[in-house]
C-alpha cells in the first residue's frame, strides 16, 4: 500500500473542512481546491473576478510548492465556475502561471461555491 503524506502550508488558507491542502502518494500529488481566500486573513478577497482567480492560482501555487515542485509539474486542472461566462478571463490569468505544454484541464459552471466564491481550482501534479 502506497503510503500517503499530508502538506501543509501557511502560505495557502487552511482547510475550512475535514481534508489536506494536498496530499502526496509516490510521485503523484493531489491539490485540494483553492479559493480566493486571503491565508492570512481567511477573507475572501476584495475586487472583481480577475483578483478572485490570481488569488485562487496564488494559493495553489503555494500548496505546489509546499508539496516540493510547482506548475511546471501540474498536469491536470480542475477549474470551477460560479458563471462559465468568466472562462475567458480563466484563460488570461492562467497565461500567467503557465507555459506549454498547458496541463490538461476542466472547466465547469457550479450552482455555488464556498463562501460565495466565483472560481475554485484543484490540481494534480507529478512529481
Same mark, same amino acid.
Given at each position: 500500500m502506497a503510503v500517503?503524506?499530508?502538506?501543509?502550508? %501557511? %502560505?495557502?488558507? $487552511?482547510?475550512? $473542512?475535514t481534508y489536506s491542502q494536498a496530499v502526496r502518494v509516490g510521485d503523484a500529488? =493531489?491539490?485540494? $481546491?483553492?479559493i480566493p481566500l %486571503?491565508?492570512?486573513?481567511?477573507?475572501m478577497v476584495p475586487g472583481g473576478f480577475e483578483a478572485q482567480a490570481i488569488q485562487a492560482f496564488e494559493n495553489l501555487q503555494a500548496v505546489a510548492r509546499a508539496a516540493g515542485g510547482g506548475f511546471a509539474?501540474?498536469?491536470?486542472?480542475?477549474? =470551477?465556475?460560479?458563471?462559465?461566462?468568466?472562462?475567458?478571463?480563466?484563460?488570461?490569468?492562467? $497565461?500567467r502561471y503557465f507555459t506549454p505544454p498547458y496541463p490538461a484541464r476542466a472547466a465547469v459552471q457550479v450552482a455555488a461555491l464556498p463562501r460565495g466564491a466565483a472560481i475554485e481550482i484543484d490540481a494534480v501534479m507529478h512529481l
Open positions: 500517503r503524506k499530508a502538506i501543509h502550508t %501557511d %502560505d495557502a488558507p $487552511g482547510a475550512i $473542512g500529488v =493531489y491539490l485540494s $481546491g483553492q %486571503d491565508p492570512v486573513t481567511m477573507e509539474d501540474v498536469v491536470k486542472l480542475n477549474v =470551477y465556475l460560479a458563471d462559465l461566462a468568466d472562462f475567458p478571463q480563466v484563460n488570461a490569468v492562467m $497565461g
